[in-house]
């Protein structure tokens, strides 16, 4: 399993979009979550 799949599958990483089997992510979702991730200086 790949690190994606498994943020993904343990809820710490943007909600995706499913069509089909493709997963996809809204810009504004994944850029939430990176400035979420970012550290405290």
């Not at 995706?16 to 996809?24: E, N």
């Amino acid at each position: 399993m790949n690190t994606l799949n498994h943020l993904r599958m343990h809820g710490r990483f943007a909600p995706a979009v499913r069509i089909g089997k493709l997963r996809f992510w809204l810009a504004e979702d994944l850029n939430a979550w990176i400035a979420a991730q970012r550290e405290s200086a």
